[in-house]
């Protein structure tokens, strides 16, 4: 991973914030077609999210994140724009796997003690927060080894394409 | 300390002794991907340059979510997803064969097996004993081209279930009230496991509905023994040597145990725009609704239809309320057809759609109106879920759906009865 330093600024979201919610089914003819498919990302539920985002911006969410349908669309339609990590309390099983897939950290964190709009910088390398809008300091679960590994490569297909097989 | 099932299967897989919480790489015996998660995943698989396909494993190709296709690019989608079936010799199941998961239950899933499908609902196949699981289209291709993918191995919840059901209840009835209890994260990363004294009579239809929700829980699979309703199963589908009993070690350690009596179960229905959202159908009664949907990998069986048959026979939909039938597979449609089900339900006024997802996922085939209100059989509710965040979704069972669309509004099943 090239950058294990990230700074950017909260975009926050509420609780269970669906993959149908990230990426509509409406929007299936449009899969094959990625950059105009991340053009609808989160537009049901926060319909600013792609004009206000700047390049490296976290989106910070609540409870369950990502739950519903496996879309991987959901994760790649966040990191195409822009998006530097996700933060949240807890997320979803398949969507947690599906943004390590693509090299999209995530970061399971008490996000009350985040606003919308605060700077942040998280360090990947311990996988520790700091608000710097209000200086706390914020600690989150560690990954396992293999997801970490699967995350330093940039995602699960270059990290086959490296190794070749899963190394536990 | 005796294993869960999930700890059997895995262990089994990954030629170790799987313990929850380990990390193991374990053999996939099929690996599947639909038309809108495939052609990511075929794509993916051709970027990690393996060039063929893991031998040792089946790989499937279902035509089901877009299914006739209502859009060009989806079309173009189907000509990819054909072509690397000829190029790679994958099975691939046409449009009009049916859901996906349905057509693993009837077909492909085996008591044992591990299985891993580019959906969600993939943990239907719990229902005879596989660890099925849904991963996104990534995984899926690197099960594709290394048969094996990785797992954290879950802790389990002990679902014990008792009693039977009362008349107008049904397993649908029986998973929402369960998800409402335990919350649309109750069981994340965790394996639900089904136990009880009540599961000699839950049919494999019943299974079926109650593993495919397992994921709406946040589950990563929810496991049912292989029985004698599993063994029955298998043999009615010609698949009688694919049987092989599988239990819980009875010393098997569990996070957590959940006491379910059938008899205290009412019929329930989930509110919009959560699936935990629910509610006894006493307390929803009366909402107004303009599209009943009767379908979908979650009730869409012969068992759902002919209980919606003997509702609706004789009997008109209401007026207003527009009412769509999508039989979960071919199967299923053929049996309804025999039975005179489909007859029944044409008569009272409903539309049979090709067997496949239909309406379930806002593609097509029933997309709500704004304002619109619909009683589904399905498994979401999410906003937005139909094809449009205007619209209202309620989750309720065969029956509810049934007595709704007669009265046009969200109707207790026992009324109708």
């Not at chain 1, 914020?138 to 297909?157: D, F, K, Q, T, V």
Request: with cysteine; proline share 4%; net charge negative.
């Amino acid at each position: 991973m090239a950058n294990t330093v990230l700074r950017g600024r909260a975009i926050k979201v509420g609780d269970n914030i669906s993959t149908d919610l990230i990426i509509p089914g409406r929007f299936a003819h449009l899969r094959s077609n990625l950059p105009e498919l991340a053009k609808h990302v989160l537009e049901d539920t926060l319909p600013t999210f792609t004009s206000e985002l700047s390049q490296g911006d976290f989106l910070v969410a609540g409870e369950n994140f990502g739950l519903g349908s496996s879309r991987e669309h959901a994760a790649i339609v966040i990191k195409m724009s822009g998006v530097g990590a996700i933060l949240a309390k807890s997320v979803a099983h398949i969507f947690f796997r599906n943004a390590i897939n693509h090299g999209l950290p995530v970061l399971l964190c008490d996000t009350d003690r985040i606003s919308d709009g605060n700077e942040l910088e998280i360090d990947l390398t311990d996988f520790s927060i700091i608000n710097l809008t209000s200086g706390v300091r914020l600690s989150c679960n560690e990954i396992s080894p293999l997801m970490s590994a699967i995350l330093e490569e940039g995602g699960l297909i270059p990290y086959i394409r490296k190794h070749r097989d899963f190394e536990l | 300390m005796g294993k869960t099932l999930a700890e059997k299967i895995l262990s089994d897989k990954s030629h170790g002794d799987a313990k929850a919480g380990d990390i193991v790489v374990a053999d996939v015996d099929l690996v599947f991907v639909q038309d809108i998660t495939g052609p990511l995943a075929i794509k993916q698989f051709k970027e990690i340059g393996f060039g063929s396909i893991a031998k040792a494993q089946r790989a499937i190709i279902f035509l089901d979510h877009a299914a006739p296709s209502p859009h060009r690019q989806l079309s173009n989608d189907h000509r990819f997803l054909r072509a690397f079936a000829k190029e790679s010799g994958c099975f691939l199941y046409e449009v009009g064969s049916g859901v996906c998961h349905q057509l693993v239950a009837e077909n492909l899933a085996n008591p044992g097996d591990m299985i891993v499908g580019s959906d969600s609902h993939t943990v239907t196949a719990g229902a005879l004993g596989a660890f099925a699981t849904g991963m996104g289209s990534s995984d899926a291709a690197v099960a594709l081209a290394l048969g094996k993918t990785w797992l954290r191995v879950p802790e389990s919840l002990l679902i014990i279930l008792d009693g039977a059901f009362p008349k107008g209840v049904d397993a649908k009835d029986l998973i929402l009230y369960l998800i409402g209890q335990i919350g649309a994260q109750g069981a994340t990363h965790k394996a639900l496991e089904f136990s009880g004294q009540a599961l000699a009579c839950l049919s494999m239809s019943q299974r079926l509905t109650i593993a495919n929700m397992a994921v709406d829980a946040g589950a990563q699979v929810g496991l049912f023994p292989s029985d004698d309703v599993t063994s029955e199963f298998l043999v009615s589908q010609s698949r009688g040597d694919s049987y092989k009993p599988l239990h819980p070690a009875t010393d098997a350690e569990y996070q957590q145990a959940i006491h379910l009596n059938l008899a205290r179960i009412e019929p329930m229905v989930s509110l919009p725009h959560s699936v935990d959202n629910v509610v006894p159908v006493t307390e929803a009664k009366g909402v107004e609704i303009q599209q009943v949907f009767m379908g979908t990998c979650t009730n869409g069986r012969l068992e759902d239809l002919a209980i919606a048959a003997g509702i609706l026979q004789g009997r008109k939909r209401h007026p207003d309320t527009r009412l769509l039938i999508a039989p979960a597979s071919r199967q299923v449609l053929a049996q309804a057809i025999d039975k005179g089900y489909i007859s029944s339900l044409v008569e009272s006024g409903g539309v049979i759609l090709p067997p496949g997802c239909a309406a379930c996922l806002g593609l097509h085939q029933g997309v709500l109106g704004d304002g619109e209100a619909c009683l589904s059989t399905a498994n979401r509710n999410f906003k937005g879920r139909m094809g449009n965040p205007e619209a209202m979704i309620y989750l309720a069972s065969p029956a509810t759906a049934a007595a709704s669309a007669i009265r046009g509004e969200i109707t207790d099943p026992r009324e109708a009865m």
